[in-house]
């Protein structure tokens, strides 16, 4: 990495990928080049979820269930390790592979455990082709407290020196996912703040976004505040699309501002920008 003044770049340096399926190759391909870029470790997770419903079987029918179930999750486990190992041949980067076939209510636990160490998460970006992939994310954020960039299918890592739009609302949320993405706005060329029909504070209404704005200038990102009209109930739609009118090629949002409850009842911009972005949108809280 490039560095200012004998101060070096601002970087991850333990990256950390989930996969579920041979399909994630975009969010691996991702981290990969990411990590290669900040020269960081990836640890890679290959897991598999068994999921058993339970009751209403007779007697011993449950445990022959859960035991049946394992055993295909084991087997999935194992041909998506085998698969990764096969994909990460010739790469250079620094790597580990940890294969697991988690029962669903132990998921949580494991992420927890495993990627609290991460400084970044990479996902595949959730309600695609995975059932599995939006409880990771929410394991990730909430269990892990990580940041997460979700890849959609077809996309690769942001590349620097590219534009990135971020959704600023003036909440802890959003704050905190800045903080979790300084190292793609630091090597950005521009970063646009967003701010969805500001607040009518007297103290934000002649300059929306500039405290956050020259946060990020001190951090060495170059930025703008770009302020929007609310033309649209749906915040996530506005905010998707600014992001292709200005070719931006990442999104950063802090995620769950409401409680999850409420979110998974109305569903929210969160939820909203889990199921449409269609270009990688990192998220922490």
């Known amino acids: 990495m490039k560095s200012i003044k004998g101060m070096p770049t601002m970087a991850y340096k333990i990256i950390s990928v ?4 041979k399909e994630d190759v975009d969010g691996l391909n991702a981290a990969i080049a990411l990590a290669t870029r900040m020269d960081a470790h990836l640890d890679i997770y290959a897991i598999t979820i068994s999921h058993s419903e339970t009751g209403g079987y007779y007697m011993g029918a449950e445990a022959m269930l859960i035991a049946d179930q394992t055993r295909e999750a084991i ?10 190992n096969a994909e990460m041949q010739g790469e250079t980067v620094r790597w580990s592979l940890q294969g697991a076939a988690v029962q669903g209510p132990a998921l949580s636990s494991f992420v927890a455990r495993n990627l609290r160490f991460s400084d970044l998460v ?15 994310v929410e394991a990730s954020l909430f269990a892990a407290e990580r940041p997460v960039l979700m890849i959609p299918k077809g996309c690769t890592a942001p590349e620097p020196n590219g534009r990135v739009i971020v959704g600023w609302n003036d909440g802890t949320e959003a704050m905190t996912a800045i903080r979790a993405a300084l190292p793609f706005l630091a090597e950005a060329a521009q970063t646009d703040i ?12 002649s300059d929306p976004g500039g405290a956050v704005a020259q946060y990020l200038m001190r951090h060495g990102a170059k930025t703008q505040v770009d302020v929007l009209a609310k033309t649209e109930p749906d915040i996530a739609e506005i905010l998707l699309r600014h992001t292709r009118e200005v070719g931006a090629q990442m999104i950063v949002s802090g995620a769950y501002g409401h409680s999850r409850l409420r979110e998974a009842v109305f569903g929210g911009t969160t939820r909203s920008l889990l199921e449409m972005a269609d270009r990688p949108i990192l998220m922490s809280r």
């Not at 087997?75 to 990764?84: C, F, N, P, S």
């Not at 967003?194 to 209404?205: L, Q």
């Open 18 to 21: 989930i996969l579920t399926q």
């Open 75 to 84: 087997k999935q486990r194992d041909a998506l390790e085998k698969w990764v």
């Open 122 to 136: 990479v996902t595949a970006r959730p309600y695609q082709d995975s059932e599995e992939v939006a409880a990771i």
């Open 194 to 205: 967003c701010i969805i029909d500001p607040p009518v504070r007297a103290a934000d209404r």
